[in-house]
């Protein structure tokens, strides 16, 4: 009955939230598109899905509005027929583009400048710099796909005018203004509290991405987060062995994750249900969302979530999301600097003001649930031993 009755509250919210995305600018803008919009926590393969052709911009697309968007970053999935191009475009908005499948090449200018162009293939990253204009080609024989993150709906909701965000005419030339290797591979990478800084404008493969070690998300955890084209809206590549997963934590909304390699699934509950809601009671809150390569989804708003590789090989992701180390925002989004010298909250133990649950703090089922799949998929464990939680230890 308590099963069936947290069903129907968890249908009610999510058509709630639908509605209430539905209702803003850019939910309206999406419907006057007339395109397809997927809901959920996650989608199980972006490459599948529904597309549709897009006039103003040419080629076929398809957006995703995942719960815990919540208004702060937007998604789509755009194919470029082979040998064809999307429209130029230009926006207020910025814009983080991962290519799935295919090659080809970006076309970038300020109003009235030179054109540079670069070229990029599967696994490639960047960012157009806000309002410049670009237009990407596909250079091959088999469509280009892509993924793109953006923080439209944030800035169109805020506007509430898409005509200015689309059409205003003011050139960013502090963030780009024709430089002729803009697009190159940035080498500057350092060291910046606990993580691992690097600035770069483009990332030829995420997939090959070089990472460094960061054990304290969970064992054997390596990570570097990614700075590019003077944006609030930036990203990490993730990845840790076979047979391990991380440790619980949240944060606010927004944090889009895409899988690249491996498979296993990603548990997500509220954080009022407590770092051990089996054990509280509260296993109806908690909801699991597969991943596979091309999978995505977005914890919600202080959310813990949880993420379990239970394939054979290396699990590796991208996340694309708020909390740029060079340009700070004022609003909580993917962790906040704590004061008195601190370190970022995802990455501080709940014992100690942070919103990491250390190995010893999780809940038992946890580690039970992780083991039988390990039994079904045929995969070795090789997660540390559990230390007893010091509030157990009396």
Not at 91 to 98: D, K, M, R, T
Not at 269 to 288: C, H, L
Not at 309 to 325: I, V
Not at 337 to 366: A, C, H, W
Request: proline share 6%; aromatic share 10%; net charge negative.
């Amino acid at each position: 009955m308590a099963q069936r009755r947290q069903a129907v509250a968890n249908d009610s919210r999510e058509k709630e939230l639908i509605a209430g995305h539905q209702k803003t600018t850019y939910g309206q803008w999406l419907q006057r598109a007339g395109l397809p919009v997927v809901h959920g926590y996650g989608v199980e393969d972006v490459r599948q899905l529904e597309m549709a052709h897009w006039p103003r911009l040419g080629g076929k697309w398809g957006f995703i509005h995942l719960y815990g968007m919540e208004g702060f970053t937007g998604m789509y999935v755009a194919e470029i027929p082979p040998g064809g191009a999307l429209e130029p475009e230009h926006h207020l908005y910025e814009e983080v583009i991962c290519i799935l499948e295919g090659n080809g090449a970006t076309e970038i200018w300020q109003e009235g400048g030179a054109k540079r162009i670069f070229e990029w293939g599967k696994g490639s990253l960047f960012s157009p710099p806000v309002n410049s204009w670009h237009r990407l080609l596909n250079g091959g024989r088999e469509p280009v796909l892509l993924l793109a993150v953006t923080n439209a709906p944030l800035i169109m909701d805020i506007f509430h005018n898409t005509d200015f965000v689309l059409n205003c005419p003011y050139a960013f030339t502090d963030r780009y203004s024709g430089e002729e290797k803009y697009f190159s591979v940035g080498n500057k990478r350092y060291e910046l509290g606990r993580q691992h800084i690097w600035e770069t404008n483009f990332i030829p493969d995420v997939q090959s991405a070089s990472l460094s070690e960061r054990s304290i998300k969970g064992a054997g955890v390596q990570l570097t987060q990614f700075e590019l084209s003077g944006n609030a809206l930036i990203g990490h590549v993730a990845q840790w062995p076979a047979g391990r997963y991380h440790k619980a934590h949240y944060h606010g909304p927004g944090a889009i994750l895409l899988g690249l390699q491996s498979s296993g699934y990603v548990l997500i509950w509220p954080k009022q249900a407590g770092i051990r809601p089996y054990e509280n009671g509260n296993s109806d809150q908690v909801v699991e969302v597969k991943w596979r390569e091309g999978s995505v989804y977005c914890p919600p708003n202080d959310w813990f979530h949880q993420h379990f590789n239970t394939g054979s090989q290396a699990a590796r992701h991208l996340a694309l999301r708020y909390g740029s180390r060079l340009f700070h925002l004022g609003f909580k989004v993917a962790g906040r600097i704590m004061t008195q010298g601190k370190d970022e909250e995802p990455y501080t133990s709940v014992r100690k003001g942070g919103t990491l649950i250390e190995y010893e703090d999780e809940d038992p089922e946890i580690r039970r649930r992780y083991d039988e799949e390990l039994k079904r998929t045929g995969v070795t464990s090789a997660m540390p031993e559990i230390r007893p939680s010091p509030s157990d230890s009396h």
